[in-house]
């Protein structure tokens, strides 16, 4: 999750012009990507994302991510979408109407890829959530995250939506590490839940 300094992760109107992304973020974006099994979505960030990298701007600007994200599995959680549609480029997606906790839960026991040849494979397997911060908070409050990757942007924009908004109780985090500082200013933070959320 792309945030500012100042704890937004999306300015007023939904917007991210300010996302600090450049080739070696791209890079990381890639790495990232390619170890992962499924995509989950809310309604709205999968709106974003089936606009953008199906197009030839996409597929001619950023190949290596958009194949990525045209083909890697995907779900998209959402009450009002009647349907989704596979074409040429945007593939392997799948709606689910009712009953997320649930499909998660599920899906969180299902074997996994190796991350390497010769590797077991892991209960679940790589499950990324992109943006889709209702849908994020619905999970937390579940326990079903196991792990949240928050990049801090050296950028503050004053107004937004906050990280986590909407977040009911308490969550404390353990910091695993800070793995990467990017030539930008961009910093990683990894970060897993710890212990009882507080109601």
Request: aromatic letters at 8%; proline letters at 6%; zero cysteines.
């Amino acid at each position: 999750m792309m945030v500012s300094v100042d704890g937004y992760f999306e300015g007023p109107d939904h917007d991210i012009t300010w996302h600090n992304v450049d080739a070696e973020f791209n890079k990381y974006a890639i790495e990232q990507t390619s170890s992962t099994d499924l995509l989950l979505f809310g309604r709205r960030t999968y709106q974003l994302m089936e606009e953008y990298w199906p197009t030839e701007a996409a597929l001619r600007d950023d190949p290596e991510v958009a194949s990525l994200m045209n083909n890697t599995p995907k779900i998209v959680f959402s009450k009002t979408l009647d349907k989704v549609t596979e074409t040429k480029h945007w593939k392997n997606v799948k709606l689910i109407k009712d009953n997320a906790i649930e499909e998660v839960k599920r899906l969180k026991q299902q074997e996994g890829k190796p991350v390497s040849p010769g590797e077991p494979t892991s209960r679940g397997g790589n499950i990324a959530i992109y943006g889709s911060n209702n849908f994020a908070v619905s999970l937390i409050e579940e326990g079903l995250i196991d792990e949240f990757r928050i990049i801090i942007n050296p950028v503050a924009i004053g107004a937004g939506t906050p990280l986590f908004k909407g977040i009911k109780n308490k969550l404390d985090l353990k910091l695993l590490g800070s793995p990467r500082t990017f030539e930008n200013g961009n910093v990683l933070l990894i970060y897993e839940p710890a212990g009882t959320q507080m109601k």
